[in-house]
């Protein structure tokens, strides 16, 4: 375990360089807004919103980073319950900032920037103190460390940016249609995010008990491991299908009563009951392969997921057959399903040659 804990500072260090890196982006991003399309009295708020959110990229690349780090320790109920509170806190910041609660006024999207800027800032800060408390910090400096570092994370991070980007591309081009479609599609994603949690902290925790089986080569418990965890996902998440699926109109009045919201919104979560399903596969299977340290198979399941066949699709459907929303959201999980498909074949075959090795 000491050998691990000189890992600290340059796991810090990692983060901190690479928040820096996409802060600048974004912000070198903002002057090109006014080329996208969206409608000019919407401009200056999402520039204010973006320039806000550039700087909570810290907080939250220092929460990520200490998260997976505390992995190495098998130390992941604590971090991965941060994590789900962080949903709720967020979320209870945006109602403040945004309608002004508490005597503080009304700032509508500049107050989802400062909750987001606040809440990523605190939870990472929160990890960080909590590391402290028991890590001792010891220098530390191995170039071969951060290759390995971007070796194993790369694949993975750039398998998340696919995904994230995918989403945002659709709020971006949705919001172009009408504003209604962009505030269904916070509402959609914001549910879908929510329901994420737990599948993505079981996704934590098999990535480290199958790195540590796939480690001392016992693969009897890279398999016991691998089910066991795909199955509380799925079935979790099969739980949250049935809410969306047979209560959609409860889910969708937490956020809204406005009839024009509700009537997209409604459809689309029917839709999702079958997407959280998928989800709750895909990404448990992507744990597995963390463990595996075959994080490439993530990667370039994701781009052909969603880049080749999702994301084609649902613009097809959105702006051919004016579906717009539903649509994208049909795309989406067939991207969702594609990917689930291809990373359960991958691992069967892996699984089957762990079988005949053992």
Excluded at 14 to 34: N, R, Y
Excluded at 151 to 169: C, R, S, W, Y
Excluded at 262 to 286: A, E, T, W, Y
């Amino acid at each position: 375990m000491s050998n691990i804990k000189k890992y600290f500072l340059p796991t810090i260090s990692f983060a901190i360089v690479l928040a820096f890196l996409s802060s600048i982006l974004i912000l070198l991003f903002i002057p090109l807004l006014c080329n996208l399309g969206f409608d000019p009295i919407l401009i200056p708020a999402i520039k204010k919103y973006m320039f806000i959110c550039a700087f909570s990229t810290f907080g939250a690349y220092l929460q990520m980073a200490l998260k997976e780090y505390l992995q190495a320790f098998e130390i992941v109920l604590f971090p991965n319950f941060l994590n789900i509170i962080g949903v709720f806190v967020h979320l209870f910041l945006d109602f403040v900032f945004v309608f002004g609660w508490f005597g503080l006024p009304a700032m509508g999207a500049v107050g989802l920037a400062i909750a987001t800027l606040l809440s990523r800032t605190l939870f990472g800060l929160i990890l960080l103190f909590y590391c402290l408390k028991l890590i001792r910090i010891r220098k530390y400096k191995d170039l071969e460390y951060f290759v390995k570092l971007l070796k194993l994370g790369f694949p993975i991070a750039t398998a998340i940016l696919l995904e994230v980007l995918a989403f945002n591309l659709i709020t971006i081009f949705i919001g172009r249609v009408s504003g209604v479609y962009a505030a269904s599609q916070n509402i959609l994603i914001t549910l879908s995010t929510a329901t994420f949690m737990i599948p993505m902290a079981i996704s934590n925790a098999i990535a480290v008990k199958v790195g540590f089986a796939n480690g001392a080569c016992n693969y009897k418990d890279v398999k016991r491991y691998s089910i066991a965890g795909v199955g509380v996902s799925v079935g979790f998440m099969a739980i949250c299908a049935g809410g969306f699926i047979f209560f959609p109109r409860f889910f969708v009045n937490i956020f809204t009563q406005d009839p024009t919201l509700v009537k997209i919104c409604v459809p689309i979560l029917l839709l999702m009951g079958l997407f959280q399903i998928f989800d709750g596969l895909q990404v448990s299977l992507g744990g597995v392969f963390k463990g595996l340290k075959a994080t490439n198979i993530v990667m370039f399941g994701n781009l052909v997921a969603y880049w080749l066949v999702g994301l084609p699709l649902g613009f097809i459907l959105a702006f051919k057959y004016n579906m717009y929303l539903y649509g994208f959201w049909i795309g989406l999980t067939v991207s969702i399903f594609s990917l689930s498909i291809m990373l359960l074949l991958i691992l069967l075959k892996k699984l089957r040659k762990i079988k005949r090795a053992d």
